[in-house]
């Protein structure tokens, strides 16, 4: 079984895949920490990030690799965790030229079709692109000012920066980040994180009911 939820950038993707994944007691995939780690990689490395062929060399040189898991995912290049560098403003501002390479999408896509079923996929492509035939499919949503407020409990810039930032993001990202026709949609604005956990579940387990 793969349940995918996608959605726009801090709609609460991953915290509703990790407690969705820990109540089906399966893994979650976070797609986009592949995505992070590229870029995390290559600007260490000093590449250009629009260079394709140059920066696939470099993921492939360094080992990337994603440990999918319910309680939060990690990346590892080899032997080094790079899990808790992933999530700074200056990856944030870089992942969207690099997820915009064909040819590092096809690597990340070719990674997450490699894993073992069952998991539950978080992005913005699994229900279109990379998982098309999954079992059940969610769309998160919310508004700039409320995903900025979100975030700004774990980041040290204002909510006005941050708001900025995400609707950048959701604007580079667009191409990819159409929900599928048969998603299910959900404004998560006016719901708990508990709340929108429980409405997926309610979802994935109605047909085995
Ligand atoms: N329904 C909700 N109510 C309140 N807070 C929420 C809700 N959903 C998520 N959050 C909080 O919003 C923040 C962003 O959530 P999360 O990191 O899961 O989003 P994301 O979509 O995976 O983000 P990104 O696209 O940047 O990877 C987290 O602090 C999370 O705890
Ligand atoms: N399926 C995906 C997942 C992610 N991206 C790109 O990665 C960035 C970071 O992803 P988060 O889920 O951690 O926000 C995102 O902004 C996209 O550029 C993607 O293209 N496709």
Redesign the pocket.
Known sequence: MIVTID?V????????ASGVARALGIPYVSS?LLYRAATLLGLEAGLPLHQAAALLAHLQGNSLRLEPRAEGNRVWAGERELTLELHSSRVDAGVSAVAALPEVRAWVDAQLRALPEPFVA?GRDMGTTVFPHAEAKFY?TASPRVRAE??A??RPEDVPVIEAALTERDRLDTVQSAPAPDAQVID?GP???E??IEEVLASVRAPLA
């Open positions: 959605g950038a801090a709609s609460g993707k991953s915290s509703v986009g978080e998160l979100r975030r409990k774990e998560t719901l708990t994180l709340g929108v």
